[in-house]
């Protein structure tokens, strides 16, 4: 039962263009979502962040936009940059009872930067 | 100074055989995750521990056991190693409770083969 998905599991862009990774939960409890980059053979670092009471988050070249209605959630990248090219992953977070909750993560999508 | 390191980043065992992977983080969390990337790249969220106690433990077989000796380490033991058991696994840490607002910091990963 996925509840957090990126349906591209890869996307190939041209750098100084605009990257738009998608991703889309189905559980109505998250109220955070998380980008998170991953290069081989290294963990997951976080990028952005937002919260369901806003609809947009910015930090500098990397932009979150948020769709509650239709659970929906994108990361923009412009200009894209060499430096770019990881996986990205989509992460939700929803309350669990006892006051304590970890990350559900989507698969991840791996972009691509072509020169 | 790495924030988050787990050890051995590798490991390769036989079926049957008990291993361990440690970690420890110097960020002065108060919260430590173990997660699990498989061969479909889902990263899934095993135990969390806050203080040294067990918060979440999702349907893990009893062959995993974590063991926190204090707030700073969570180690991952495992008995009777299955083939399936073969993935990456990720240790993570962040500021303690109440809930999840801020980011994950990530280890590197280690990655199990079992033979």
């Known amino acids: 039962d996925q509840q957090v998905k990126q349906n591209s599991p890869s996307l190939s862009v041209q750098e100084g263009r605009i990257s738009i990774l998608n991703c889309d939960y189905t559980?109505?409890?998250?109220?955070?979502f998380l980008w998170y980059k991953k290069y081989p053979a290294e963990g997951p670092t976080f990028l952005i962040s937002?919260?369901?009471?806003?609809d947009k988050n910015e930090d500098g070249r990397f932009t979150v936009f948020l769709n509650k209605s239709a659970k929906h959630l994108s990361l923009h990248i412009v200009p894209s940059q060499p430096g770019d090219s990881a996986v990205y992953f989509c992460?939700?977070?929803?309350?669990?009872?006892?006051?304590?909750?970890?990350?559900?993560f989507g698969k991840g999508t791996h972009l691509i930067i072509q020169p | 100074d790495t924030a988050v390191s787990q050890t051995p980043k590798y490991l390769v065992t036989q079926m049957g055989n008990d291993k361990s992977i440690k970690c420890e983080q110097n960020?002065?969390?108060?919260?430590m995750y173990w997660y699990k990337q498989d061969s479909k790249k889902f990263l899934k969220i095993m135990f969390s521990?806050?203080?040294?106690?067990?918060?979440i433990n999702e349907t893990v077989p009893n062959r995993f056991s974590p063991k926190s000796p204090d707030k700073a380490h969570l180690n991952l033991h495992i008995n009777s190693l299955e083939l399936g058991d073969s993935a990456v696994y990720f240790c993570?840490?962040?500021?303690?409770?109440?809930?999840?607002?801020?980011?994950?910091?990530f280890g590197e990963g280690s990655r199990l083969t079992v033979l």
């Open positions: 521990y806050n203080n040294k106690e067990l918060i």
């Open positions: 937002i919260s369901s009471i806003k």
């Open positions: 559980n109505s409890m998250f109220d955070y």
């Open positions: 960020l002065g969390h108060d919260t």
């Open positions: 992460a939700a977070s929803a309350l669990v009872g006892g006051g304590a909750d970890g990350l559900t």
């Open positions: 993570a840490s962040r500021t303690g409770l109440p809930r999840l607002t801020g980011e994950l910091f």
